[in-house]
């Protein structure tokens, strides 16, 4: 499970720039991020259960602990080759809602500031829709795409 930092003071550095924390993971090779206080926990593949009409990109549903979590496969709903990685599952929660984010691999947890190396998303994006990225963590040659998972979980106001 990934800790979450509360105090939001501890996030100013010395010069006044706002510091924010990512989770970063793999999706065909690339990396991709999400901003941490949506992240819940990170696990290990289970069974997923299929749920008929549902778009491709809704892999199913798993039981956490009593507790039915649909399944996005976020290759799929970016229209990405498959990598033949083993998958892991990091679980988010936007509006209250819990959703699992079907990932390759979890690279890092990751401190970035805002003012400095967060630049705005390009026109294009690979097969990632533009208004599914929030911008892009800029680190010397490294390129992070970050996620709006509003914008990814309830386009046209429904959620997947």
Known sequence: MIDIIENLEELKDYSGGEKKQIVIFQLSGEEYAVDITHSRQIIKLSKITPVPNTPDYVRGVINLRGQIIPVIDLKKRF???????????ITVEVRDILIGLLVDNIKEVL??????????????????????????????????????????????????
């Open 79 to 89: 229209s990405l080759p498959d990598s033949g990685e083993k998958e892991k599952i």
């Open 111 to 160: 401190w970035y500031d805002v003012e400095t190396e967060l630049e705005p998303a390009p026109e294009v994006i690979g097969g990632v829709k533009q208004e599914f990225v929030k911008g892009i963590v800029k680190r010397g040659e490294r390129l992070i795409v970050l996620i709006d998972l509003e914008e990814l979980l309830f386009e046209n106001s429904s959620i997947v």
